[in-house]
């Protein structure tokens, strides 16, 4: 059973920063290329950030390039988001994602995800 768990989210001032955590257990993990996304209350699942199956390739959604910085430990079967100069509108619920196509390139869409984990909140204010 393929199982994505979360950690790390809260609450943050803006400009603070938090590191969001996801560690695979079921599946090979690093034959998956992997996601973060976002979304809150009333709004699509939008996709932050993407790495490939050895982090040749790392995408962002313009909204936290400079900002946020993705990064995977396949030794550990673990995924990494570093969230820096947090704003406001960063406030959401963040989750994991991965992609089982066999060298599936970035970023891929929430369709293109086929298994995902519950959840973290990340709440910044103002």
């Known amino acids: 059973q393929v199982q994505l768990v979360e950690s790390g989210g809260g609450l943050v001032q803006a400009g603070g920063s938090l590191r969001l955590s996801c560690t695979a257990s079921?599946?090979?993990?690093?034959?998956?290329?992997m996601g973060w996304f976002r979304q809150v209350p009333g709004k699509e699942r939008e996709g932050v950030s993407c790495?490939?199956?050895?982090?040749?390739?790392?995408t962002y959604t313009d909204s936290v390039k400079g900002r946020f910085t993705i990064s995977r430990d396949n030794a550990k079967n673990t995924l990494y988001l570093q969230m820096n100069s947090l704003k406001p509108e960063d406030t959401a619920m963040y989750y994991c994602?991965?992609?089982?196509?066999?060298?599936?390139?970035?970023?891929?869409?929430?369709?293109?995800?086929?298994?995902w984990g519950q959840g973290t909140q990340v709440t910044v204010s103002s």
């Open positions: 079921g599946l090979t993990f690093d034959d998956y290329t």
């Open positions: 994602a991965a992609n089982r196509v066999l060298w599936a390139a970035c970023p891929f869409t929430a369709s293109g995800a086929n298994y």
């Open positions: 790495i490939t199956r050895r982090g040749g390739s790392i």
